[in-house]
């Protein structure tokens, strides 16, 4: 019986270690770059500052009065125009190219403390401006809230103008005392969200989605810190103390392996031959069974919203929650 169970054990933990390598593909591939290599600070540069030779970026948000020089068309939550004059000030980065399909991850390590209001938001999204009406964006936004309780990861995605998609998990760690990778992956077959490289949701181009799927929109990468207690914790009834400001978010390991394209140029190579891209090979076009295993424990385990299980707000769900996650 002890033998039995040694066994067990050992061939359990052999199986948990491969499944670690396994969700560890993207360091194989090219490591963590600079700053600067591939971001600029475009919303109130006086609000970040740059620590470890550069490969670390840290942006503030306070309750001082200040409004920024960049156009309003750019900085957007999951569901309206944010306008940057604000009663506080925030601050935030951009790429400085676009993307249609690759890998993008950064390491985030987010406020400490009572931080109820606060939005991290990190996101890709196509080409915005005051009248625009149809674009594509992927979202992780990160959802302070009071001193030891948790912060919620939300996830969602807009197509076509379109979102309504959010999903809400507990993170399993604390994102505040340390560094923890977010990662999207985008090919022409899914979309996945990555946290630590653990999967937490796919969306897939599949016959039902194929209308939706965001397929010819290349995609700017922006991260910002901004005031959100209208609506960010509980619903917007607990708001900021701005007695523990300022609040500080603090990014590094930032690794940009993507298809750059500048529309309306032509298509790169990149884009028309993907497929030798390790991003878009049949390997990357579902989730391996390591990873089907992550994916599935945490959304069991952490899970607290699914826009599919809504059935007050969408009576019929929308088309891509019949589809299946691989």
């Not at 925030?90 to 399909?101: E, I, M």
């Not at 993170?171 to 990778?181: E, I, L, N, Q």
């Not at 989605?209 to 910002?224: G, I």
């Not at 930032?254 to 298509?267: K, R």
Request: charged share 15%; glycine share 6%.
């Amino acid at each position: 019986m002890e033998l039995n169970m040694i066994t067990t054990l050992w061939m359990a933990t052999v199986a948990m270690v491969a499944a670690f390598r396994q969700l560890e593909f993207a360091a194989a591939y090219r490591g963590p770059q600079k700053f600067v290599q591939n971001y600029y600070v475009g919303w109130r540069p006086d609000y970040s500052w740059l620590t470890d030779d550069g490969r670390t970026i840290n942006i503030k948000l306070d309750n001082n009065t200040g409004c920024s020089s960049l156009s309003l068309s750019v900085w957007t939550n999951s569901s309206n125009l944010r306008f940057v004059f604000f009663s506080a000030t925030g601050s935030g980065f951009q790429s400085k190219s676009t993307y249609l399909h690759g890998y993008v991850s950064m390491s985030i390590k987010l406020v400490p403390g009572n931080s109820a209001g606060v939005v991290v938001a990190y996101y890709m999204s196509s080409p915005r401006t005051a009248t625009t009406t149809v674009w594509d964006e992927i979202d992780f936004e990160f959802l302070g809230n009071v001193t030891g309780q948790p912060w919620i990861l939300q996830t969602n995605i807009f197509t076509n103008g379109t979102g309504g998609r959010e999903e809400r998990i507990f993170v399993w760690f604390d994102p505040t005392a340390a560094y923890h990778t977010y990662s999207i992956l985008w090919n022409t077959r899914q979309i996945v969200w990555y946290v630590d490289n653990r999967p937490i949701r796919v969306y897939r181009n599949t016959r039902r989605t194929a209308a939706t799927y965001p397929k010819w929109r290349a995609m700017t990468t922006y991260s910002s810190i901004w005031n959100g207690d209208s609506w960010a914790t509980r619903g917007g009834l607990e708001k900021i103390n701005w007695s523990y400001s300022p609040f500080v978010a603090s990014y590094t390991n930032f690794l940009v392996d993507a298809c750059s394209w500048t529309q309306p140029g032509p298509p790169p190579r990149c884009f028309q031959n993907s497929q030798n891209y390790w991003w878009d090979r049949r390997n990357r076009w579902t989730l391996n069974r390591y990873e089907r295993r992550a994916y599935a424990y945490i959304r069991k385990k952490y899970m607290v919203y699914n826009y599919c299980q809504d059935s007050k707000r969408y009576p019929l769900p929308l088309p891509e929650c019949f589809d299946r996650p691989w």
